[in-house]
């Protein structure tokens, strides 16, 4: 886990230090004592209609942001986020390592410094060349007026569970085994004061969960099925949330071989939704959320070994189902079916899943947000596409008509892993709902998990999505 910056809250900050200053107006800059060629400066700014003015002074570097007609949406939260990322590039030019905050309505705060400490992330653990990365933003000092003790504490929380699952997914399969995977979850998601019980190849079998079997079989790795619990004493629900992310550690297709480059050279991103649900179960142990959740995440490598499964395969699941098997490479929902099969036992008032699931979510909407279905009532979607407009991790919700379980109707078994070239995300989702009975809900984050090149402040590579909107979603359950 790399080094965060400081944060901490101030009465007033220090006037010589450097600093992030929001105007409602250009007619509030009289405070700011500007020099004339400041002011001058400033002016011509303003007339060019920017936002966001910085000032390079002998030993001082000032931005001024001008919130103009920005409210609190979701673009105007968003938009602040973007500045924050500015920012964070500037003062990474110039070697600022303390930055002070002055922004005094509470949500625009937040925004700006999450979208400045997201930006923060790099992943160098297998740079040899260090030298080139010694900058680091040390310290980020907040006014009162702007931010107080529990949004800075769910600030920090959030942003490092953030990077804790934009490493992993970062992490290639050469290191990051289904093995080692697990162990570092439980590292984590113990240390921070959840209950987590790994479950090795030996009792997965005793399971009898024969989707996360089959889809290991190939490998020379074995699989492993987690479960991450964080149970308060005085829980708001008795029954608990059930979260289920997909651990593919590494995803070569199987025998139905993916093409390459551009598809199976990054898909050691392919547990994103499994590093997610262990991140939100970190961050709201550390929040000491009042809310009952349980995560699990099952996690192998799908290989064309010589004992991998095969198209034509019919597989027995955890819930007695039997699934033919039609594409290999359609592996994320047979080892997430198990799972799910497994989630009945605690009777969930809801399980949401989330996983990098299919090509169809990615050509639909793109990289700019998730694809959500299922069969949880209208009240639970609109809240998690509301929480998903607020922290921008945002939600387009496809349909679930019954007409779409045709598609994955078997003539050789009680369902197949494939449907038809249409529709392929929601066929997916209906895959899925064959393997339980709770209030149901589907993320497929295939688009926005994993970006080649970075987008402000979702760094390249891993981007942690989910994390945010889990924990911003249990938080306010």
């Not at 997430?336 to 989330?354: G, R, T």
């Amino acid at each position: 886990m790399m080094n965060l910056a400081k944060l901490s809250i101030h009465k007033s900050l220090a006037p010589d230090k450097h600093l992030v200053i929001n105007l409602a107006s250009d007619k509030d800059l009289d405070r700011l004592h500007l020099s004339k060629v400041e002011q001058d400066y400033v002016k011509e700014r303003v007339k060019s209609d920017e936002t966001l003015i910085a000032l390079n002074r002998i030993n001082q570097h000032v931005f001024i942001i001008l919130q103009k007609k920005t409210g609190t949406d979701s673009q105007g939260l968003e938009s602040y986020r973007k500045l924050g990322h500015t920012v964070y590039q500037h003062a990474k030019t110039h070697r600022i390592t303390s930055l002070g905050i002055q922004i005094s309505n509470t949500a625009l705060a937040y925004a700006f410094a999450e979208g400045l400490l997201l930006s923060t992330y790099e992943f160098l653990k297998y740079k040899t060349d260090t030298k080139k990365h010694t900058y680091r933003l040390a310290e980020v000092l907040f006014s009162e007026q702007g931010m107080n003790k529990t949004s800075l504490q769910k600030l920090q929380t959030l942003v490092e569970a953030t990077f804790m699952a934009r490493n992993w997914v970062n992490e290639p399969n050469s290191y990051l085994t289904a093995r080692v995977f697990a162990s570092s979850m439980k590292e984590a998601c113990e240390s921070a004061g959840c209950d987590v019980q790994v479950f090795d190849k030996k009792e997965i079998e005793k399971m009898k969960m024969g989707g996360l079997l089959a889809v290991n079989q190939g490998s020379v790795e074995p699989p492993t099925f987690t479960r991450i619990e964080w149970k308060p004493k005085k829980a708001r629900n008795k029954k608990p949330v059930v979260l289920v992310g997909k651990g593919v550690v590494y995803d070569t297709g199987g025998l139905s071989l993916k093409p390459t480059p551009h598809s199976m050279d990054y898909m050691k991103s392919d547990m994103a939704g499994g590093a997610a649900v262990a991140a939100a179960l970190y961050a709201l142990a550390k929040l000491n959320a009042d809310v009952y959740v349980i995560g699990l995440i099952p996690a192998t490598d799908n290989r064309p070994g010589g004992a991998a499964y095969a198209p034509g395969d019919v597989v027995k699941m955890m819930n007695g189902l039997h699934v033919e098997v039609l594409n290999t490479d359609a592996e994320g929902r047979m080892i997430l079916a198990d799972a799910l099969a497994y989630s009945e036992q605690f009777k969930p008032e809801l399980v949401i899943n989330a996983a990098t699931l299919t090509g169809a979510a990615l050509r639909a909407i793109g990289t700019y947000g998730s694809v959500a279905m299922g069969t949880a009532s209208p009240d639970v979607f609109a809240k998690l596409k509301s929480v998903g407009e607020g922290c921008y991790e945002r939600l387009v919700e496809f349909p679930f008509w019954s007409e779409y379980d045709d598609e994955i109707k078997s003539e050789v078994a009680d369902i197949k892993n494939l449907g038809s070239d249409l529709a392929g995300a929601i066929t997916a989702g209906k895959f899925l709902a064959h393997f339980t009975k709770s209030p149901f809900v589907h993320l497929d984050i295939a688009g926005p998990s994993y970006l080649h090149k970075a987008s402000s402040y979702r760094t390249s590579g891993g981007t942690g999505v989910g994390v945010r909107l889990f924990t911003e979603f249990l938080l306010s359950y």
